[in-house]
């Protein structure tokens, strides 16, 4: 796609004498460039600039009368040109600059560290923040849960031998943790960081949708409060992004909009305000919420309080209109952020439910357990065989590496901009090429009746097609009666009935957890991150990738992500 630009007129005045100083040596010219850049302007496409740009000038140019050689004007032009044409200019832009990064060990920041230096590797330095308790253990945490692993594979052949010492160049580890004050960082460090870093990136936070409640305020909510503090200190500081997730939208139906939260703001009071206008409904109080959770804590022992926190969390949640734990401290976390911000420039992207890579470095990495994948390997087992599901509804999910490019491009907008203000980006599949849950859940099923999960001796487990149910009442009943049927069957005696118990409370669990998603009804606009991709030159659109329309799910899901989870994730277990 072909954008349009806005290039300007050129006048010339030849009669006029001024100066120009090229290479550091002063001429006279009778063809003064009187007013080069004129704002009056006129549109030309891209693919053009360099064409447009000379037969503008050209003609307006007197050779004969000209003291003075035309390379500086040409190198001014070309300037122009390549100023219009790269786009963004991502590459050019991350050259030398300087990160701080949270959330350095896990899955998204990874991804996102791998990137930048297998693109850019001029790029200055990545300072990570890394829980440690010394420089030895936190130097080992990064060989170790970074620069061995097959992520970087790619970064590694690229190098040859010399491919340590290049990723322990440019990856600094730092001492810290996001839930204490200043960082937990020693005060030298953060001088030194402060004088240092251009751009922050906070990926850091607890995605358990029913943590303890004080746990995922201390993370999610207090932990990009803190980082923002420590920001407003950095003198050369361009951006501050914070990775949220578009579920932060709670219980809203519909199409959603790129909207900052403000303080005090809740799902449950919109909603209250829509059905009946005059209704009240308090505000949120992010503080208030903080001190219960902590006198909560305090208040049980500790044989209690990890349960009674995690009931909390979710009830909370519930309250105020979002699904769980995790999505409410997030939502709160934004809020804070927009209060605080003062006149830092500050990006939140929203991302749907990240998983495994489509296509760079590897396709189908991933790390861990994430998101969707406990659904999908306990119906690989035989543990899962149906679920409380609307069919007809879309599941929104991003792969990983969409995600970082998407969080690449925005910096590098934004940063260049240097102008206070809050911009929020979705970024996520509902609206632009949605998958529906029926055929996610289809998708599964194709999968393991070619390749099925194999059990510990070996033996094939068979599976049918995912049951999906209306009601959670439909469910319930439908996992007693299959309990009834394998206990009728069952010649293995007590160890197959804990078995048989211990999956039917996993799929109870699943159920419960994942309800809020497979009935969800609202879709991510991504109006703001379409204007990005817009701004995005040919050749950036290609390495920095993020458009969602070209993913064939069915071959995303069969072909990459689910090899990948069985690969990556299990090691070659079930296979």
Known sequence: MLRSLVFPRVT??????????????????????????????????????????????????????????????????????????????????????????????????????????????????IY???????????????????INTELFKTLQQAHGKSHQQFLLSKLVPVIGNLCES???????????????????????????FDESFDVSLSTNTLGPCRFLSFAKRCKKLMLFLHVSTAYVNGERQGTLLEKPFNLGDSIAREKAASESPTRSFPLLNVEAEVEMALDARNGF??????????????????????????????????MMIGNQREEIPVVIIRPSVIESTSIEPIPGWIEGIRMLDPLLISYAKGVLTGLPVDGKAA???????????????????????RTPGLSIYHVGSS?????????????????????????????????????????MDEFHSHIQTEAVQKTGDATQGKNFLRRLRKSLDIAKHLAKIYEPYMFYGGRFDNSNTEKLWEEMSQEEQRSFGFDVRSIDWKDYICNIHIPGVMTHSLKGRGM
Request: charged fraction near 25%.
């Open 12 to 125: 010339v005045a030849p009669k006029n004498v001024i100066h120009l100083s090229i290479n550091g040596d002063r001429f006279g010219s009778k063809c003064c460039m009187e007013n080069l850049w004129e704002k009056s302007s006129r549109k030309i496409n891209n693919g053009n600039v360099g064409v447009s740009v000379r037969d503008q000038v050209s003609p307006l140019i007197n050779v004969e009368n000209t003291e003075v050689s035309m390379n500086g004007i040409q190198e001014e032009i070309r300037a122009k040109e390549m100023e219009l044409s790269d786009g963004l200019g991502i590459v050019r832009f991350i050259t030398g600059k300087v990160f701080l990064i949270t959330g350095a060990t896990g899955f998204l920041a990874k991804v996102l560290i791998e990137k930048i230096l297998r693109t850019v590797p001029d790029v200055g330095k």
């Open 128 to 146: 990570l923040l890394i829980k440690a308790k010394d420089e030895e253990s936190a130097m080992q945490r990064i060989k170790t849960e970074i």
């Open 182 to 208: 200043n960082l937990g960082m020693e005060m030298e460090i953060s001088e030194q960081l402060a004088n240092e870093v251009d751009i922050i990136i906070n990926s850091g936070g607890n995605t358990t």
């Open 301 to 334: 022992q500790d044989s209690t309080v990890s349960t009674t926190m995690k009931e909390l969390g979710l009830e909370r949640a519930k309250t105020y209109g979002w699904h769980d734990t995790y999505v409410f401290t997030k939502a709160m976390g934004e």
């Open 395 to 417: 599941i929104d999910i991003v792969p990983v590496d969409m995600v970082v490019n998407a969080i690449l491009a925005a910096t590098v907008k934004h940063a260049r901009m």
């Open 431 to 471: 609206v632009m090429n949605p998958i529906l849950l029926q055929d996610f859940f289809g998708y599964f099923h194709d999968y393991f009746k070619s390749s099925p999960y194999m059990d510990l001796k070996k033996r094939p487990i068979n599976i049918e097609r995912m049951k999906l149910f209306n009601s």
